[in-house]
Structures are given as structure tokens and as C-alpha cells.
Nanobody, 123 residues
Framework: QVQLVESGGGLVQPGSSLRLSCVGS????????IGWFRQAPGQEREGAGCISSGDSAGTTFYPNSVKGRFTISRDNAKNTVYLQMNSLKPEDTAIYYC??????????????WGQGTQVTVSS
């Protein structure tokens, strides 16, 4: 199994940038598709992007709400996956989670989850 820990959240102004980290332990994250999800107050959890593993390694997917602003990348030497968030908007405010699964990105039932990190975008 793999354990995941998110970090990098905080309070930022609209238009600013933030980079979240998802650090794995117990297993190599390059064996897993890694999804980023977010949950705003009073709303259901939604996907914020995913990076694939296996035959589709390196392929990324983003919902329209973040496409062009968010980028997912891997640093395998650090066993870390990043979510670079640019041009942040108040509606990006949420708790952000990373999740891992050995299957594809196109699913909601990721097996392993981190504890979440709070991102607040406000002036």
C-alpha cells in the first residue's frame, strides 16, 4: 500500500499561484495514477485533475474549470506529485486531496487518499 500526504495550501489573493505537493511513502507513486480532488464548503467533491501511470504514463486530464490554469507533474526522485495552480480564483477555495490508484484516471473510486490541505483564495 501507499500513504499520501498533501501540503502547500494556504491563504492567497485572487490571481496568485500556489503549488501543492503530494508525497508518497510505502510505495513508488510512479506505479499509480494520481488524482487531485477538491471539496468546497457545502459542495460535493470534484476532480481537479489526474496524471496517469502504466501504459498511459504522463498523460494528464483536467476538468474545464481548471484547464489552462492547473498543471500536474511528477518528481519520481522525490516520490512526489505536484499540482501547480495559477491564476487562482475565489471559486478555487476548497480542501484539496490527492489520491492514488493502480487503475486509470477515469474513475471516482481511487483507493488511497491523503488527509487534504486547505486552499483559500480571497482578497
Amino acid at each position: 500500500q501507499v500513504q499520501l500526504v498533501e501540503s502547500g495550501g494556504g491563504l492567497v489573493q485572487p490571481g496568485s499561484s500556489l503549488r501543492l505537493s503530494c508525497v508518497g511513502s510505502g510505495s513508488s507513486l510512479d506505479d499509480y495514477s494520481i488524482g487531485w480532488f477538491r471539496q468546497a464548503p457545502g459542495q460535493e467533491r470534484e476532480g481537479a485533475g489526474c496524471i496517469s501511470s502504466g501504459d498511459s504514463a504522463g498523460t494528464t486530464f483536467y476538468p474545464n474549470s481548471v484547464k489552462g490554469r492547473f498543471t500536474i507533474s511528477r518528481d519520481n526522485a522525490k516520490n512526489t506529485v505536484y499540482l501547480q495552480m495559477n491564476s487562482l480564483k475565489p471559486e478555487d477555495t476548497a480542501i484539496y486531496y490527492c489520491a492514488a490508484d493502480k487503475r486509470s484516471c477515469h474513475r471516482a473510486d481511487f483507493t488511497y487518499w491523503g488527509q487534504g490541505t486547505q486552499v483559500t483564495v480571497s482578497s
